[in-house]
């Protein structure tokens, strides 16, 4: 009897627990709603789709994290994190003069950097120029280490490689041509190497990739900028002040595409 109590005891106290445990909020990290912007969340097939407003037609540049924890995205001339899968987003740099290219953990220090510099189809980050000693939640100009520390920092851009078999990469889809508007601008697709095998890894999507990266859980992500190379072309229709069509059409948003590749496990 006595040990029936003490289980109906600590059910009720796990019960009260998760009662009052709350999920994540941005809102915890910022006081200034203006620096906050909402993420709209579709799933097409397996992959998920989050589109995020911008303030200009340029895509994400890198990643750092994971969308299941807290998730870091650079966008050129700004920083953005989310802690909620990616509904809410915290500009925690709403503003650089310089252009962000990628983030690294530098030791326990986030570094991003404002220049890269490709090696044998890998980049590498070069010239840090914010830091972070506290997980991101504020970046500045004073560094934690000596800048040797900084160099080359190996990058996941656009190719990733796990295990010592498999690659993704994306490629220029120089084959691309719309049935009414033709331009030299193309989208891209994604490549899966295994071992000597070479197929292309379907997505929902005709985009211009930015960045490619996988995360410790094996979520592949696809970073794009705001383009729009639709086949259906009339929803899109975009005239200048002269009158001419503009093709491909630019939004001021970015996406952001993942799913779990089997691979990676």
């Keep these: 009897m006595k040990f029936s109590y003490i289980v109906r005891f600590f059910l009720l106290i796990s019960l009260l627990f998760f009662a009052c445990k709350k999920d994540k909020s941005i809102n915890e990290y ?4 203006n620096n906050i912007i909402n993420g709209t969340i579709s799933k097409i097939n397996d992959w998920y789709q989050i589109k995020i407003p911008t303030d200009y037609s340029h895509g994400i540049t890198s990643m750092y ?3 299941e924890d807290t998730l870091f995205i650079s966008r050129m001339f700004d920083i953005i994190m ?4 990616g509904n809410t987003w915290l500009k925690v740099v709403p ?6 290219w990628g983030i690294a953990k530098v030791k326990d220090e986030l570094v991003c950097y404002s220049s890269i510099i490709t090696k044998n189809d890998l980049s ?3 010239s840090p120029v914010l830091f972070s000693v506290d997980n991101g939640k504020t970046w500045n100009s004073n560094r934690k280490y000596s800048y040797d520390e900084y160099e080359e920092i190996s990058l996941l851009r656009t190719h990733i490689d796990y295990g010592n078999i498999i690659t993704i990469k994306s490629q220029k889809n120089i084959n691309f041509k719309h049935p009414q508007f033709d331009s030299e601008e193309k989208p891209d697709y994604l490549i899966l190497v295994n071992n000597n095998d070479t197929a292309i890894l379907a997505t929902p999507y005709v985009d211009k990739i930015t960045n490619l990266y996988h995360d410790k859980n094996g979520l592949l992500y696809v970073g794009t900028e705001g383009v729009v190379f639709e086949p259906d072309y009339s929803a899109y229709n975009f005239k200048t002040q002269s009158g001419i069509i503009r093709y491909p059409t630019r939004q001021n948003v970015c996406f952001l595409y993942y ?5 990676f496990n």
């Design 30 to 33: 910022s006081e200034i709603d």
């Design 65 to 67: 994290g994971s969308i």
């Design 82 to 85: 989310t802690v909620d899968k």
């Design 95 to 100: 503003f650089s003069n310089i252009g962000l």
């Design 124 to 126: 590498f980050g070069y």
């Design 259 to 263: 799913k779990k590749l089997e691979a």
